[in-house]
């Protein structure tokens, strides 16, 4: 798994490229719990992941919650095929903010 970070104003896009799975799970947390307190706003792209399990799930409701907490917007776009079907399949699509491209998720759309 490959993350990145980058800024574009006051929002952060974090980029990840790969699978979320248990073994990747504690960095994928640890990076994003880093970057959220540091952005208004922060936009996962998951446009490149081919595979998420529950860990993953898990890291991502984790992260919303304590957004939610500090009154930051944390957002997703790009969901590939595959993590759009377990997204579905779990039920936890409707409790994120998901949009197609970065520039919808950032409002610059």
Known sequence: MKISIRDVGDAK??????DVDLGTSPVFRRTLFEALPRAAKLALNL??????DSS?????IE??????RLKIEFVLFGLS????????????IRIFQVFQTEQ???GTA
């Open 81 to 92: 095929p595959a993590v759009e079907e377990v997204f579905r399949l779990t039920h936890v």
């Open 13 to 18: 896009v974090v980029e990840v490229e790969g």
């Open 56 to 60: 993953g799930i898990a890291t991502l």
């Open 47 to 52: 446009a490149a992941i081919r595979y998420i």
């Open 63 to 68: 992260v919303l919650k304590d957004s939610q």
């Open 104 to 106: 919808e998720a950032l």
